[in-house]
Structures are given as structure tokens and as C-alpha cells.
């Protein structure tokens, strides 16, 4: 077996790939072992071994365990045969903004003027009855993709709210992985008994990856059992034969005349974060950062326009857009 | 038109009865009159019942639901079921079937729901399977009036009813590809579910052998850490039909010790079972008569003797052709309920469960099947099975004759030989089925790649933290591969999951499915959905010209969409079957490893294998002339894969061989014996990893043909002789049957000089005189008596390979 793994070495270090020795452990069991007193084997001469996968042999030592990574690195490209091209080093920016309130967890807070909202909203479109301003909380997610399941998960929170007299908007977001206990626990402090949800379709994507997120921390789901808002069903009800598509950016442009210049889409979010939690550049994430905050105000908008609807189809029956 | 008036006016199965049968009466009937057609004649005696009491911890709801269908007692193998999981130990039932294997995990995991509130998980391979059970349990709810909830979970489940389910579901059935893709990686919407999990029930152990089972015992360990994460460690139940195997098969599936109840204490009746040879019809040529005659003959005489029959066939077109046959006979009177039908896969499930459900009323006669029926469905007793050629393993064939015989009845099995070697050699040495054990499940679940892909399932589900351990060892090496593939990242002590992916989705736990096609009935304008088929058989069936039945009634194949997955077929009256004509081909890619073998040499690369069907057969009924020939234009089917391959240069095998005829018998010989030997060794089955013998440039390959000689297809699909090749270069491949492989031919390769010991010791070891089906495969009665015996012929090929003894 030795003349055969030096011949096995000489031949890779040919081909130029690892120099590590083939040690005999790569296939776990030996052969004897998994020959049993079947009819088809006919096993002559072989002593009927035990064929239990107890009494296995112990874990190979470092030297088995790289060329056991080797094997498998070629093992595995056989079947993906994708070459990723290194980008060239640049130099690049790594400043995020906001404050650091925990290791790997930053918060930013902004107040504006607009828009502005009564006391009470009339809730009627979305089949419920009225909300206090300050009950109201408007949320949007930033998530590391589309696929669902387990593996999703938001890096950055955006909230907007009515509080002494403007709109104050908080994001909490995280550089580190190992900051989403605490962006989790960070928002749950935002919401109480009384708080009113309010999201564009947060109750199919946002809603339930929060609650998945929770519960693999291991924490309460603040957001169960509150009322929620979910302004893209009223949206479509309305205008969903008058629009082109009931998008959220469509209804800010149409009904709050908001035309975003220089927005990332949604869909590169994932990626911007991904490149600065690897270490690069920091400048896509400040423009996802950008994107949650106006999507977030935006929805504070919608909601004031879509409370004035009960009064605007009692005065016109024809409910018409502007 | 002649031959199928004769058929029906056939007096010759009512010359056979005389009064009421059952099986005894009915084997010596049988035997007396076809003497020369039965080889074998033997008997498996029944048992009495082995009784015992209701327990007496067993909640009184339930007894009462229990005592209202009829249960007052138990068998022997329940009460120890019974006692087995009370003691909260993982438990085996390896008892026959029909032997009330059900009761065995019904009984404990109501008995949990009803005390604790407990949940229980049931795997079936089978949405047919789930179904059963699910009713099964609300018979039994309803009759105790328990308030337990059972559902299905699997892809037919409505989306609406999903969420209902996860959160009051107290018994989910659902399927091993269910839980893989759908049920694990969502598992916080379960998370109610695992928190109350005790049982989970798996039945039919057997089926998960091989890569498929290796990936099951993978998806077990996932759900066993996600199990540990909600603080809960699930007790194990498992069903297995009778293998050589059965307790080690099922501890290296889920890890750890069971308690194996394998003596039944059900009643059973004598099981008369006959080995049954069609008649030669052409002694000069040596000529016999159709297996499906015999199936036939042998099925009206059971019928007609007011037995329900059972009749199993290999394939989905015999199905159909018998049916017909069948149906000619005992179905004329159209007004009248059918009293054969069909069931095959590739039939709509509304179709399937109505089958069953008339078998189980009892309104049906006789049943043709495919292997579909093989598994427990539960279709009532029956008197007589018939088994239209040998299923190809000796638990396959015992499943089978086990699904005959009522209680305390003598019933019948008759194993009707096809003209294919196995079959015939079967006949000549019926030790070979009776004495030989079952055959043995064999599974590797720590495979690099499947466990790769596993490990990669169950990073997206929770993360690992350091010296996290999957299956027996550290799973950091993985880890480390799939951060650098950028799905993991890593920080500090722990990996998390970080790309747009959905890992499941890549994974199947079993082989290729590409799309099944869909069946469009075209015709008077119609068009509506009458059968699906699966992708590996489309090509088969589906092309254009092809007749195809569904319940024996024919239609014809007008137009195939391949990319569409659809064929749009028109009702057809013509008087004819089609049989699709095909081959494989193989083509080295890449070598990347190689060394001397003997004077020969052994390497192991990539391989690119194509099968193609290159036209077809038009068959008559009754008659089964050749009425012509069709051309078949479909793309065809290619596996890029890994192999290992062993060859010896033309000098050497033009000195060692009298000719290249009886060189290729060797070498079909050996690749026989080496690929015994290579499944064995990966632990494998032999779907697993295929052989093939050809010229590596996928010039010609060469196949052991329907008269048990090695025969050579050029390129162009054509037949060819030995002699008349430039260059023979025979070669031995083993490959891997899924895309990409799957990590069995690099082991291999380095384990060649162990692989040839061991197939030259086979071969030497083997009592037999010329060869069979247990070291170099079957060989014709005609080679029996040759000098050059194919067993010599291939022990030279291994030799030459450098083999040792």
C-alpha cells in the first residue's frame, strides 16, 4: 500500500496539486469488512467479518485530513465546474455609517418634517378600524435573499415612526454576523402592547423571516400577535388595473410624486452586504442603507394617502387617482 | 384473428377444474397435468398464531376504538413491540408481510398522542403508502372517537392546508424527499412540532439501500439535530421486509441500538409454491414458449377456479400486454364491472387508489402489476400470485409470493421462467431460490460527496459551531470546503449561511429525475391528461409511432413535445404492440489517474455514457410476430459521470484467447465479477454503479444479448462481429449512475488489485461448473458443457489483469 501511495503522491505533485501522502484512511471502511456471507458474493476464503459500523477506526490524523480536502475539493469540482475570477485589489472605502451601540451592531436615527399625519388614521381600506399616530410603526427588512427557509436572514432593520412631532426613522444593521442577537433584541425594545405594524408585503416576507430569526435565537417574537398593515393588498385592490405593476416604488412615484435617482435595487442588497462582511468595499451597503430609509419613509406616505381614501371616494363615487 | 378466436374458446383450463380449489388443490392439479413444465414443487408451511392479550397500560380509548374493529388480542410480535417502545427503546419489526406490522407503531404512537400530547413523524417511501396509513388512522379515530389528527405532508398538500397541519397536526405522514426539501429547511415553522416529537416511525427500511439509503441516513442526522436544537431526542421505529440484514441495515440508519422483533405470531396458511418452465416448442432450435403465455394460462385457470389472483410483471408494457390477454378472456361483456384490472406508476393516482380500493372490497378478480404492488399497500388477500419472470432478487420474489394467502388458506405462487439466462438458470438449480438467504441492504452514508452535499443541507438549517461533529466525525473539513465555495462564512467559532441559495433544491435523494412527461389524450378533439411518465422511461415509450396503453387499452403516440414533457396519442384500434429497441454507449473524457494492471492496465476519469433508442418493433398480438420496423428520432440520453476502467492491449489477448469472440465472453465475464466484487466493496446497490464493456473511444460496446452470448453494437447501433473490428480493444467500465458522480469510482480505483483478488476468488471459490448467476452471471445450458466455459474465459481475463489468488 505504500508503493501505491508514493506512486499516487509522484503523480500529484506532476499534476501540481497537494504533495500530502494518500493516506490509506481515505475510504473509511476496509474491504474485508463490507463483505458479508451473501449468496452473490460467494465470498471464498474471506473470514465473515462483522459488517456493523461499530468499531470504526479513529479519526485520521492532520496529515489524512488534507489530502482528505484535497480529494475533495476535486471531488466537488467535477460536478461544478465554475472558475471564480479573483477581483483585482483596489483601494477601497470601509466607512460605515451610524453608531456602534454593540460590537457589530450599528444604529442610525434621521428626523424629517414630512410627511405629516393626524392623530388617528382611519384604517378602513385595510378592513380595520382606526390607529393612534404614535401606535403606528412602519417596517422594512434588508435580507440576504429570496430563497426562504432557515438560511435567510435580514441584516438591516428600518423603522419609522411618528414621535415628537416628526417622522423619526432608526435602522439597526450588523457588520458582524455575530450581532443579529442583539439587532433582534435592539428592535424588539421598539415595540410594545400597543404598536401597530405597518409594511408593504411584510405580512408574506418580512413577518415571517423575522419570526424565524427569533426563534432560532432562541428569543419571543415581538411582532406576533400585533395588528398589521399591509399597505401592497389595499394598493392592489385600488389601482391594480390602473398601474402597470403595484410595486412599491410605482405607488411612490404615482401617488407621492417620489422618483428615486441612483437607487440600488433590492436585489443587489444581499450582495452589498456579503462584500463588506468579506471585506470589501462599504460603498454599496450605505447605498442599501439609503434605499431602506426612503422605503421606509415612503410607507409613512402611502399610509397617509391611503387613510384620505374614505374621505375622497364619500366626496367622488368614481374614486379616481390624482 | 384465428389465434385469438382459439384463445377464448380454450377448453383447456376447464379441463384442469373440477370442483372448488384452493392452493394445495390447485398446485397438485397444476403439477399432475404439466409434469414437464414444473421444475420445482415445494412447500412453505404456515404457523399457527402465537396470541396475547391487550396490554394492560394501553389507554382505554384506545382499546375501546381498538375492540371496535375487531382487535381483542394481539400476535406475539406486537406485545413485544408494544413492550419495546414502552421501555422507550428504538425498535425493528422484521416480520413477513401481512403479519400486522402496522399495529406494532400504531398502538404506541396513539397511546402517546392520547396520554402526553406527544407528535409522531411516519415516513413512507410512497405517497400511495401515506395515504393508506393516514386513512388507516382516522378509521381508527373515528372508531374510538380519539380526536387524533393525522395528515399527509407531501407535494400534493394544498398551501392553504400547510400551515393548519404544521401547527395542529398530531401524526404527519410524509415522505423522505418531503422532509429533506421541504420540512427541514423550514423547521422554526415547525418548531411547535419538534418540541413535542416522539416517535418517528419508518417504514419499509428495505428500499433504502444504496445511494438513496445513504442519503436517508444523512437526512436523519439533520433531523436528529434539529431534533437536539428544540431539546428533544425522537424515538425510532422501523419496518423491514425480510432481508439478510435486517437489524444491521436498520442501526446503521439511524446510529444507534435497536430492539429487533423479527418472530411473527400471526396464523398463516401453507404457501405451495412451483418453479414453473414454458414447454419447448422447437426442439431443433431449442425454442421455448413465451413466458407470458404461461403467465397467462396459469391466471385463467386460477381465476376461473375462483382465486383472486395476483400477477406480477417486469415491465409496464407486459403489464398492459397481459391485461389485454386477460381481459379477452374474462372481460368481453363490457356491460358488466371489469373484473381484471391494471395498476402500474405512470397511472394517475385517482386511478390507482380506485384500483386498490376495488381489490380491497374484494370486487375485483385478478390484478396485473408492475412491482408497484410489491410494497404494503394494503389490497386484501389473496389466493394466488403469479410471478411472469424472476423479479431479480431473492427478496424481491418472497415480497412478492407474500402477498397471497388468507389467515389459515393454503394459497399458490408460481414463478413463471422468461427465456433471459438468470431465469432459466433459476430453473436448473432452484436451490439457488430457496436455500440461498436474502439478499443483504448495504448503505455508505459517509460517502465525501453525499456527505458534502448533506453537511452543505444542514449548515443552511442551523449553523455549526466549532468541533460540531456530523456522523462520526469532526465536519470541519467540509465546512472548510464550502467556505471557500463563498455558501458559508466564517466567524470566530461559528459557520453561517450566507448565499441566495437554497440547497435542497440541488440535492435529490434519488437518481435523475429530469421532468416527467405528461400523456395527452388527442382524440375526437379531447384533451385531457390520461398518464405521466417518468423521464428514464419516456424515451422508451413515448416515441413517436409507439403504442401505449393505459388499462391494456391502446393508444398511439402522434406527436412527442421532449422539451415540453408532453405526448399528445389518439385512441387506436390496430392489432399490434410496439418494444422500443435500445443500447448504451460509453465514451472516456478524461483520465485522471492510472496505473499497470497485471499486462494490462486500470484507470479512473470522467466518462460520458449515452443511451439511445434506435427504433422499434412492431409485435402482433397473440401470435407476437415481427410485423416491421419503426425509426425512433429522439435526442438521446446522456450521463456525464465518473468511471474506473480496466483494459489489455490486443497482443496480449490475440496470444491468450483462440478467438476475439471468446475474449469478449471473458471480459463480459469479469466485468460480472468485478462489479459483484465494487458493490460490494462502496456498498452499493447494483443501480448504484453500473458496468459496461466497450472500445473507450465509444466506438463499439457489447452487451450480453437475450440468447446469453456477447454481442457488439457499432456506433450506429447496428450489430458487428468481433472478427471484423480493426482494432479491439475491449474494456471493463464501472461507473457511477448519477451526474457528476457520486464519489464511488476514485475509491475504487485505488482499491483495483483488492477488487481482483476478490472477483478471481469468487470465481475459484464458486461450486458451480461453468459459470452462474453468483460469479460471472448466467450462463446458457448449451455453454454448460463447452471446454472453454465463460468462467475460465473471464478467470483468464482477471489473470491477465494482474489478478492474484
Known amino acids: 500500500m505504500s508503493d501505491l501511495a508514493s506512486r499516487l503522491a509522484a503523480l500529484r505533485r506532476q499534476a501540481g496539486g497537494v504533495a500530502a501522502p494518500v493516506g ?284 384620505g381614501w374614505a374621505a375622497l371616494d364619500a366626496a367622488s363615487p368614481a374614486g379616481d387617482e390624482k | 384473428m384465428a389465434a385469438y378466436l382459439k384463445a377464448l374458446r380454450s377448453t383447456e383450463s376447464d379441463a384442469v377444474l373440477a370442483t372448488h380449489h384452493d392452493g394445495r388443490t390447485l398446485a397438485s392439479r397444476l403439477t399432475d397435468k404439466y409434469g414437464d413444465r414444473v421444475c420445482s414443487a415445494f412447500t412453505v408451511f404456515g404457523r399457527e398464531g402465537v396470541f396475547a392479550p391487550l396490554p394492560d397500560d394501553l389507554p382505554p380509548a384506545l382499546a375501546g376504538a381498538l375492540a371496535a374493529r375487531g382487535i381483542d388480542r394481539l400476535y406475539s410480535h406486537q406485545q413485544e413491540a408494544w413492550e419495546a417502545t414502552r421501555a422507550g427503546k428504538h425498535v425493528l419489526v422484521a416480520t413477513p408481510t401481512a403479519s400486522g406490522k402496522t399495529l406494532c407503531y400504531t398502538m404506541p404512537v396513539l397511546s402517546s398522542v392520547l396520554e402526553a400530547g406527544a407528535k409522531a413523524l411516519y415516513l413512507f417511501p410512497t405517497k400511495a403508502l401515506a395515504q393508506d396509513q393516514v386513512a388507516e388512522l382516522l378509521d381508527i379515530n373515528r372508531a374510538g372517537d380519539l380526536g387524533v389528527k393525522a395528515f399527509t405532508f407531501d407535494g400534493d398538500t394544498p398551501g392553504d392546508a400547510r400551515q393548519a397541519i404544521r401547527l395542529h397536526g398530531d401524526v404527519v405522514v410524509s415522505n423522505p424527499d418531503m422532509l429533506h426539501q421541504a420540512i427541514l429547511p423550514h423547521h422554526t415553522k415547525w418548531a411547535q412540532f419538534f418540541e413535542n416529537l416522539r416517535y418517528v416511525v419508518i417504514d419499509e427500511i428495505h428500499t433504502y439501500r444504496g445511494v438513496f439509503g445513504s442519503h436517508l441516513a444523512n437526512v436523519l442526522r439533520r433531523l436528529k439535530r434539529i431534533c437536539a436544537f428544540y431539546g428533544v431526542t425522537p424515538q425510532f421505529v422501523l419496518c423491514s421486509a425480510t432481508i439478510g440484514n435486517a437489524t444491521e441495515h436498520a442501526q446503521a440508519l439511524i446510529e444507534d441500538e435497536v430492539v429487533t422483533v423479527s418472530q411473527s405470531g400471526a396464523p398463516s396458511g401453507d404457501k405451495h409454491v412451483l418453479l414453473w418452465n414454458p414447454p419447448v416448442v422447437n426442439p431443433d432450435l431449442g425454442l421455448r414458449a413465451s413466458a407470458r403465455s404461461q403467465t397467462n394460462l396459469i391466471a385463467r385457470v386460477a381465476i376461473k377456479a375462483k382465486m383472486k389472483t395476483l400477477v406480477f410483471a417486469q415491465s409496464r408494457l407486459m403489464v398492459e400486454v397481459l391485461t389485454k390477454y386477460l381481459k379477452d378472456v374474462f372481460d368481453h361483456d363490457t356491460r358488466k364491472p371489469a373484473r381484471i384490472r391494471a395498476y402500474r406508476g405512470g397511472y394517475l393516482p385517482t386511478e390507482r387508489r380506485e384500483v386498490e380500493r376495488q381489490m380491497r372490497a374484494g370486487t375485483v378478480d385478478g390484478i396485473v402489476s408492475t412491482s408497484a404492488l410489491e410494497l404494503g399497500v394494503d389490497i386484501g388477500s389473496l389466493d394466488a400470485v403469479v410471478l411472469n419472470g424472476y423479479p431479480g432478487s431473492i427478496a424481491a420474489t418472497w415480497q412478492r409470493f407474500g402477498r397471497a394467502g388468507r389467515r389459515q388458506q393454503p394459497s399458490l405462487g408460481v414463478l413463471v421462467a422468461t427465456s433471459a439466462p438468470l431465469d432459466q438458470y433459476l430453473m436448473r438449480h432452484p436451490a439457488f431460490l430457496t436455500e440461498a438467504s436474502p439478499e443483504h441492504a448495504r448503505i455508505q452514508p459517509d460517502q465525501p460527496l453525499i456527505l458534502l452535499d448533506h453537511i452543505r443541507c444542514a449548515a443552511f438549517e442551523l449553523p455549526f459551531l466549532g468541533g460540531d461533529r456530523f456522523g462520526p466525525d469532526d465536519a470541519e473539513p467540509f465546512l472548510q470546503v464550502l467556505a471557500e465555495s463563498e455558501v458559508l462564512h466564517r466567524e470566530g467559532d ?119 433508442v434506435s427504433g422499434y418493433k412492431k409485435i402482433r398480438y397473440y401470435t407476437h410476430e415481427n410485423i416491421g420496423y419503426g425509426p425512433v428520432n429522439l435526442p438521446d440520453q446522456e450521463l456525464h459521470s465518473t468511471a474506473v476502467w480496466w483494459q489489455l492491449p490486443q497482443t496480449v489477448l490475440d496470444d491468450a484467447f483462440r478467438s476475439r469472440q471468446h475474449a469478449l465472453d471473458g471480459f463480459l465475464g469479469a466485468a460480472y465479477a468485478l462489479h459483484t466484487a465494487a458493490i460490494v466493496a462502496v456498498m452499493a446497490e447494483a443501480r448504484d454503479l453500473q458496468k459496461a464493456v466497450g472500445s473507450g473511444d465509444g466506438g463499439w460496446s457489447a452487451q450480453v444479448d437475450a440468447s446469453g452470448r456477447g454481442q457488439i453494437r457499432a456506433p450506429d447501433g447496428g450489430l458487428a462481429l468481433a472478427d471484423t473490428l480493426e482494432r479491439f480493444l475491449p474494456t471493463v467500465y464501472l461507473y457511477d449512475n448519477f451526474p457528476g458522480g457520486v464519489g464511488l469510482s476514485e475509491p475504487l480505483f485505488h482499491r483495483a488489485p483488492e477488487l481482483l483478488r476478490h472477483a478471481l476468488a469468487t470465481i475459484d471459490g464458486c461450486a458451480c461448473k461453468a459459470g452462474c448467476p453468483g460469479c460471472v452471471g448466467p450462463v446458457l445450458a448449451a455453454d454448460e458443457g463447452r471446454e472453454d466455459t465463460p468462467r475460465a474465459l473471464a478467470r483468464r481475463v482477471l489473470t491477465l489483469l494482474g489478478a492474484t489468488a
Request: aromatic letters at 8%; a neutral charge.
Open chain 1, 24 to 307: 490509506a484512511r481515505l475510504v473509511r471502511d476496509s474491504f474485508s469488512r463490507g463483505v458479508e456471507g451473501a449468496t452473490e458474493e460467494r465470498a471464498a476464503g474471506l473470514t465473515a467479518p462483522t459488517a456493523s459500523r461499530a468499531g470504526r477506526a479513529p479519526t485520521p490524523g492532520a496529515e489524512a485530513t488534507s489530502a482528505r480536502l484535497a480529494q475533495l475539493r476535486r471531488m466537488a469540482g467535477v460536478r461544478e465546474r465554475i472558475a471564480q475570477p479573483r477581483a483585482p485589489l483596489r483601494s477601497f472605502t470601509r466607512d460605515v455609517p451610524g453608531d456602534e451601540l454593540s460590537p457589530g451592531l450599528r444604529y442610525l436615527e434621521q428626523r424629517f418634517a414630512l410627511p405629516v399625519a393626524p392623530d388617528e388614521l382611519d384604517l378602513s381600506f385595510a378592513r380595520m378600524t382606526t390607529a393612534r399616530r404614535d401606535h403606528l410603526l412602519h417596517f422594512d427588512t434588508e435580507t440576504t435573499g429570496l430563497a426562504g427557509g432557515t438560511g435567510t436572514r435580514a441584516f438591516m432593520i428600518g423603522a419609522a415612526d411618528w414621535y415628537d412631532g416628526a417622522l423619526r426613522v432608526r435602522q439597526l444593521y450588523m457588520t458582524t454576523m455575530a450581532a443579529e442577537t442583539s439587532m433582534l433584541r435592539a428592535f424588539a425594545e421598539w415595540i410594545d402592547a400597543d404598536t401597530v405594524l405597518v409594511s408593504y408585503n411584510g405580512k408574506s416576507y418580512d413577518a415571517p423571516l423575522l419570526a424565524t430569526r427569533y426563534r432560532l435565537a432562541r428569543m419571543a417574537n415581538p411582532l406576533s400577535g400585533l395588528p398589521h398593515v399591509d399597505l401592497l393588498h389595499p394598493m392592489r385592490r385600488r389601482y391594480r388595473h390602473v398601474w402597470e405593476n403595484c410595486r412599491m416604488q410605482t405607488a411612490e412615484r404615482r401617488l407621492l410624486r417620489i422618483v428615486r435617482e441612483d437607487d440600488l435595487p433590492g436585489s443587489e442588497a444581499p450582495r452589498a452586504w456579503l462584500t463588506y462582511l468579506r471585506g470589501g468595499a462599504s460603498t454599496d451597503l450605505v447605498r442599501v442603507a439609503e434605499h431602506n430609509l426612503q422605503d421606509v419613509r415612503s410607507l409613512s406616505g402611502l399610509l397617509v394617502e391611503a387613510h
Open chain 2, 494 to 612: 461559528r459557520w453561517e449561511w450566507i448565499a441566495d441559495s437554497y440547497p435542497a433544491n440541488a440535492v435529490s435523494l434519488r437518481s435523475v429525475a429530469d421532468g416527467n412527461f405528461v400523456v395527452v389524450d388527442r382524440t375526437q378533439g379531447r384533451q385531457t391528461i390520461i398518464a405521466e411518465v417518468d423521464y428514464s422511461a419516456a424515451a422508451l415509450t413515448l416515441y413517436e409511432g409507439a403504442i401505449h396503453m393505459i388499462q391494456s387499452v391502446p393508444y398511439q403516440v402522434e406527436r412527442l413535445d421532449w422539451d415540453g414533457r408532453k405526448a399528445y396519442c389518439t385512441r387506436t384500434h390496430v392489432d399490434y404492440y410496439t418494444d422500443a429497441i435500445d443500447y448504451t454507449k460509453l465514451k472516456e473524457l478524461e483520465c485522471f489517474d492510472g496505473r499497470n494492471s497485471g499486462e494490462g492496465s486500470a484507470r479512473h476519469g470522467e466518462v460520458h455514457v449515452v443511451r439511445r
